[in-house]
């Protein structure tokens, strides 16, 4: 794994992982992120301090809310997720294998890599 993905999957996917809880439900706790992520609080913790430092999240008591840059950040990779899943499909990959590979394709794949497999599914 190239050195950019590796550092930026987690901070990815914990920013994914808070907007698609908070479309869900009112509000987001750190205990639903660990949740989803299938990760412990204290990994949450420390994510979650790290989202602040960069302003991506914000914190209303115990709540996790996404900043306007952590919403447009987590849009794009969630975006990015749900273009290469589709691209998949349509290769014949399977939905529940192309759902994992998209899990982890998104944080490698570069900006030209996606826009021709954007325009390749016409969208």
Do not use: P, W
Request: aromatic share 6%; charged share 30%.
């Amino acid at each position: 794994m190239n050195t950019y993905a590796k550092y930026h999957q987690s901070e990815e996917d914990y920013l994914e992982s808070i907007l698609l809880i908070s479309e869900q439900k009112s509000v987001v706790h750190r205990i639903d992120v660990a949740r989803d992520l299938g990760v412990s609080g204290a990994a949450v913790n420390k994510a979650v301090k790290i989202l602040l430092e960069k302003g991506y999240v914000k914190e209303d008591g115990k709540h996790l809310k996404l900043t306007g840059a952590g919403e447009t950040y987590a849009r794009e990779v969630f975006e990015k997720h749900c273009l290469i899943k589709d691209f998949l499909v349509a290769l014949g990959v399977s939905e529940s294998i192309a759902e994992v590979d998209a899990c982890h394709m998104e944080h490698l794949l570069s900006a030209e890599t996606v826009a021709a497999m954007k325009a390749r599914l016409g969208k």
